[in-house]
């Protein structure tokens, strides 16, 4: 399953989103969903549930929360994981646009020349590739892409996990808005209630939820404790719905991607590919799900050659031939796309996984994963209520 570009992915959410709260809609908006009345509503709630796919509702009873109120659903972007969804959700543009592909991405900028970093915290893979620029420095670098939240006319704020809300990553994706850390769902549903009930209420609010996609990459997507986990946030959920009595806030309710596990015996890695490894030029990038593969000039034929071995694991793409077809999504290409997504892009079949492991990297498994173009990973939920 690729990306709905086409009205039905969470692109077009945002498009409607900002489109909604008086800001500058780059595409078409929601193509199955009634959006007239979202421009009435005195605040806009996002909340994502990262990892929370459709597959994942199936961990809840039917009269959960959100199994009764998922009205719809939407695609994830491709790779299908937080890094490139998450800049999604605070930019409204798709991967194609603000560049970020993946946990890990390989940069050219200078002062960067080739180090392949995981965007998120901002820290190089390996423990010795040590860049002589500041995380500030280095994300003013690469993400030119502004937040959408600058662009609002009306006041913003946006709630994430305290750990991270004042992270350089998200400083700088969440500019224009107020920002407030939360310690745990019930907190963040507070910390929400809290700007609802300030005497002038920001127009767009923006919150995020990590706690089930640590569960289910340790433990499994559909393990006893991500299911306990949900559970519990949608008791939460349904209860703090319930205790709203204003009936001017529209809820919206969606996640970055879904889950599936990868079994160990469906994990490949890269040192067991001598021959393929060979033709890499730099440590692989993107997700263990979707890779993206940079190759030594001239060396393409080996490549191609060599990977006929993952033949029963993967499709083989040109990089730039998935460009060239959308599959990153609509809108003027960011200049360093390609070079970004490398020579060839591994989309692994079923629920197979390809890491490499460099020197001072913990060799660890993930039960969870995502980032592929599994149905089960690219479906996610949209729940829209007044509350």
């Not at 809609?25 to 009435?40: E, Y």
């Not at 620029?133 to 690469?142: G, I, K, S």
Request: contains cysteine; glycine residues 10%.
């Amino acid at each position: 399953m690729w990306p709905d570009f086409e009205g039905g992915s969470i692109v077009d959410l945002m498009d409607s989103v900002a489109r909604a709260r008086g800001g500058m809609a780059a595409g078409q908006g929601l193509r199955d969903v009634v959006t007239s009345g979202w421009r009435d509503a005195r605040t806009v709630v996002l909340l994502v549930l990262d990892g929370v796919g459709m597959k994942q509702l199936e961990l809840l009873p039917d009269d959960s929360f959100l199994r009764r109120h998922c009205a719809h659903a939407l695609t994830s972007v491709f790779p299908s994981t937080t890094a490139a969804a998450i800049t999604t959700f605070m930019t409204a543009r798709a991967p194609a646009v603000h560049g970020l592909t993946g946990w890990h991405v390989r940069f050219d900028e200078p002062g960067l020349d080739g180090r392949v970093l995981a965007i998120l915290p901002v820290t190089p893979r390996g423990s010795h590739d040590v860049s002589a620029l500041t995380p500030d420095e280095t994300l003013a670098r690469v993400c030119r892409t502004p937040s959408m939240f600058a662009s609002l006319p009306g006041d913003s704020c946006v709630v994430s996990p305290a750990d991270i809300v004042d992270s350089p990553f998200n400083r700088r994706h969440s500019a224009g808005a107020r920002r407030i850390g939360h310690d745990g769902f019930p907190d963040m549903l507070d910390q929400i209630d809290c700007t609802l009930r300030a005497p002038s209420p920001p127009s767009y609010v923006y919150a995020y939820w990590p706690d089930f996609d640590h569960c289910a990459h340790q433990c499994g997507a559909a393990s006893d404790e991500a299911g306990a986990l949900l559970r519990a946030a949608d008791a939460a959920l349904g209860r703090w719905v319930k205790a709203q009595l204003r009936g001017d806030t529209l809820l919206l309710v969606t996640a970055d991607h879904g889950f599936i596990n990868g079994p160990p015996q469906r994990l490949i890695d890269m040192e067991d590919l001598p021959l393929l490894a060979d033709c890499l030029a730099s440590p692989l990038s993107g997700e263990r799900r979707t890779v993206f593969c940079h190759v030594k000039p001239g060396r393409e034929r080996d490549f191609e050659r060599a990977a006929q071995a993952l033949d029963h694991a993967c499709t083989v793409w040109r990089s730039a031939d998935l460009q060239a077809a959308g599959r990153f999504g609509p809108g003027a290409p960011h200049p360093k796309l390609l070079s970004r997504v490398g020579d060839f892009t591994l989309e692994m079949g079923d629920d197979w996984t390809l890491r490499d492991t460099m020197p001072g990297e913990r060799r660890h498994r993930l039960v969870g994963v995502h980032g592929g173009t599994h149905p089960d990973e690219m479906g996610v939920p949209l729940v829209q209520l007044v509350i």
